[in-house]
């Protein structure tokens, strides 16, 4: 874009005419609307698991999941403040139930997912199904869908949630309604919806009520397996290592309309060359450890950390042992929209 106008006192007098009809002269303020790059107030920031697990369970002896209705400590990205954001259209928090309780049935035009981080056996129901949820398994609630989570293990459970609630903010499309019951009741065995539509086969006359996935509950120990022997081929993405996207079964399109999760495999002393992409990226370490560059930042990460990367900011993973590494963004929509964009294999700095 070309340089700003100069101003005048002539002019400077005209643009306070203007403000009382609720008008603004657009060459003002041109350049900073329309950028030759993206310019986020997201910054790289990392969230050390160690540091915040004791945080969390101070929440948990301070209020129950009941009171809170989701007893979450909220990654807010430091960039932005009192937005309840991780990036700039993704909300990201890390959402504790303990042995015992029930975080209370409600719905919501926001779509989430959950990344299972500590703990074996808890449950979340959807609709009247329930998945029994085990570390690293990626659970999906869809938009204005029952839902309902509950622990009748013996030990805590932790997972990150990962919505869309900036982006359907921005948009006014914000709808919530509680329900009139704690628990929802079971209407489906728990393993239904995989069993209908996760093997390859699907109900001959089954049509989908809504674009996300049938698939609620994609296990880990399948995402874990898909890696281990694609790894056998050898074929290593210089930015990526191997790396795959979930999918809708139906669509194979992205499972959620506004969000898209990617589950990597970075062999032993991998370096990856750098990369960046319009959407700004959640990660979370499920296995080993390495180091990820994040523009100037370096974060050094083991299972259960977290960190961002925002949007146009070059990356590079260097893995110590074999690592799995989980992620999620607002792909889908600037996709849809025709807005996203990459830019691989730079050379590093």
């Given at each position: 874009?070309?340089?700003?106008?100069?101003?005048?006192?002539?002019?400077?007098?005209?643009?306070?005419r203007?403000?009382?009809?609720?008008?603004?002269?657009?060459?003002?303020?041109?350049?900073?609307?329309?950028?030759?790059?993206?310019?986020?107030?997201?910054?790289?920031?990392?969230?050390?698991?160690?540091?915040?697990?004791?945080?969390?369970?101070?929440a948990?002896?301070?209020?129950?999941?009941?009171?809170?209705?989701?007893?979450?400590?909220?990654?807010?990205?430091?960039?932005?403040?009192?937005?309840?954001?991780?990036?700039?259209?993704?909300?990201?928090?890390?959402?504790?139930?303990?042995?015992?309780?029930?975080?209370?049935?409600?719905?919501?035009?926001?779509?989430?997912?959950?990344?299972?981080?500590?703990?074996?056996?808890?449950?979340?129901?959807?609709d009247?199904?329930?998945?029994?949820?085990?570390?690293?398994?990626?659970?999906?609630?869809?938009?204005?869908?029952?839902?309902?989570?509950?622990?009748?293990?013996?030990?805590?459970?932790?997972?990150?949630?990962?919505?869309?609630?900036?982006?359907?903010?921005?948009?006014?499309?914000?709808?919530?309604?509680?329900?009139?019951?704690?628990?929802?009741m079971?209407?489906?065995?728990?393993?239904?919806?995989?069993?209908?539509?996760?093997?390859?086969?699907m109900?001959?006359?089954?049509?989908?009520?809504?674009?996300?996935?049938?698939?609620?509950?994609?296990?880990?120990?399948?995402?874990?397996?898909?890696?281990?022997?694609l790894?056998?081929?050898?074929?290593?993405?210089?930015?990526?290592?191997?790396?795959?996207?979930y999918?809708?079964?139906?669509?194979g399109?992205s499972?959620?309309?506004?969000?898209?999760?990617?589950?990597?495999?970075?062999?032993?002393?991998?370096?990856?060359?750098s990369?960046?992409?319009?959407?700004?990226?959640?990660?979370?370490?499920?296995?080993?450890?390495?180091?990820?560059?994040?523009g100037d930042?370096?974060?050094?990460?083991?299972?259960?950390?977290?960190?961002?990367?925002?949007?146009?900011?070059?990356?590079?993973?260097?893995?110590?042992?074999?690592?799995?590494?989980?992620?999620?963004?607002?792909?889908?929509?600037?996709?849809?929209?025709?807005?996203?964009?990459?830019?691989?294999?730079?050379?590093?700095?």
């Open positions: 874009m070309h340089a700003a106008a100069r101003s005048t006192p002539e002019r400077q007098a005209f643009y306070d203007l403000a009382p009809n609720n008008l603004a002269p657009l060459w003002e303020v041109l350049g900073a609307l329309i950028t030759r790059e993206p310019q986020s107030p997201c910054v790289p920031a990392f969230w050390r698991y160690d540091e915040v697990r004791p945080q969390l369970m101070e948990g002896r301070l209020i129950t999941a009941k009171e809170a209705e989701r007893r979450v400590l909220i990654l807010e990205n430091p960039g932005m403040k009192g937005r309840s954001s991780i990036t700039h259209t993704l909300y990201a928090g890390l959402q504790l139930i303990l042995p015992g309780e029930v975080a209370p049935a409600h719905r919501h035009s926001q779509s989430a997912l959950r990344f299972v981080i500590e703990g074996n056996g808890a449950f979340t129901a959807v009247g199904e329930r998945t029994l949820m085990r570390p690293g398994d990626f659970i999906i609630t869809p938009s204005w869908t029952w839902h309902d989570h509950g622990n009748e293990t013996q030990e805590p459970m932790v997972w990150l949630d990962g919505l869309d609630i900036p982006l359907v903010g921005f948009l006014d499309a914000s709808f919530a309604e509680p329900g009139n019951a704690e628990q929802q079971e209407t489906k065995p728990v393993g239904d919806s995989l069993a209908r539509f996760g093997m390859g086969l109900p001959v006359d089954w049509k989908p009520a809504h674009p996300t996935s049938p698939v609620f509950n994609y296990p880990y120990e399948r995402s874990r397996e898909a890696l281990e022997t790894k056998r081929t050898g074929e290593w993405d210089p930015c990526h290592g191997l790396k795959l996207r999918v809708n079964p139906a669509t399109g499972p959620m309309p506004t969000i898209q999760p990617f589950m990597q495999l970075l062999p032993a002393g991998f370096h990856t060359e990369y960046r992409s319009t959407d700004a990226t959640v990660y979370v370490a499920a296995e080993g450890s390495g180091t990820s560059r994040v930042t370096s974060f050094a990460w083991k299972p259960h950390d977290v960190f961002v990367v925002p949007s146009w900011c070059p990356v590079r993973h260097v893995a110590g042992p074999e690592s799995v590494l989980f992620s999620f963004s607002d792909r889908p929509v600037q996709q849809a929209l025709g807005l996203w964009r990459e830019d691989r294999g730079r050379p590093a700095a």
